[in-house]
């Protein structure tokens, strides 16, 4: 089916260029030049740079002051930054869900953490875990806590895309850690489900770092 609408058109120059990044035929640094990537695709510039604001959102291209827009280049210290921060809020988050966690919450969470047990393609894993950790400190009961904590995990993005597409993802440990902070928000054990969500976060920023 021809592409024709224009946020269609744009979609799919998002999910190109996405999945050109994440398979190292883009380099890190390299300029996003929009008549190229239109010539290249056969479309107008408009939905190029739609696409490339799309994936500014997602952190996988930044707008460089000078060069335009250009494929993110990791750094192992804003990763390490990153973390810091979503360490300590995470855990908070945690703890105030584990606060007041009630049964029923569970089941839901449990499903989406069944579905990225099965390791399925990395758009979709990410876009699981993000659900499960947004819905778990949902029930912190604490809006502003849970928006600054979103705002974070969108800005480091681009990390989980790059650590999601090694072939050594740690698809069983991560499970592991997750069912960890779940069973601790389930016991209503406010300090483990922190301490858990904090070594979740210390292993995943370790993990990348190290193939950055």
Same mark, same amino acid.
């Given at each position: ?23 190292? *035929? ?28 799309? @994936? ?17 280049l990791?750094s192992?210290?804003? @990763?390490? *930054? ?16 584990a ?8 089941? #839901? ?11 399925? #393609? ?19 009961? %604490? ?35 997750? %069912?960890?902070?779940?069973?601790a ?15 979740? @976060? ?9 193939? @950055?």
């Amino acid at each position: 089916m021809a592409l024709t609408a224009p946020r269609t058109v744009a979609g799919h120059v998002a999910a190109q260029l996405k999945a050109q990044i994440l398979a190292g *035929e883009r380099a890190p640094g390299e300029k996003l030049r929009q008549v190229e990537i239109a010539r290249a695709l056969g479309v107008s510039t408009t939905p190029v740079r739609e696409a490339l604001a799309t @994936l500014q959102r997602e952190g996988l291209v930044r707008a460089h002051p000078q060069r335009g827009a250009v494929v993110f280049l990791p750094s192992v210290d804003d @990763l390490r *930054e990153h973390y810091e921060i979503r360490a300590a809020l995470e855990s908070l988050a945690a703890a105030k869900a584990a606060e007041r966690f009630e049964p029923d919450w569970a089941p #839901p969470l449990t499903t989406l953490l069944d579905e990225m047990r099965d390791a399925p #393609p990395a758009p979709r894993y990410i876009a699981l875990n993000q659900r499960f950790h947004t819905r778990l400190y949902e029930h912190a009961n %604490r809006p502003q806590l849970v928006t600054m904590i979103a705002a974070l995990r969108d800005a480091s993005s681009a990390y989980l895309h790059i650590y999601r597409a090694q072939d050594d993802f740690p698809t069983t440990r991560l499970d592991t850690e997750h %069912r960890a902070i779940l069973a601790a928000c389930l016991a209503r054990d406010p300090d483990r489900a922190a301490t858990a969500t904090r070594v979740h @976060l210390e292993n995943t920023v370790e993990h990348v770092a190290a193939r @950055l």
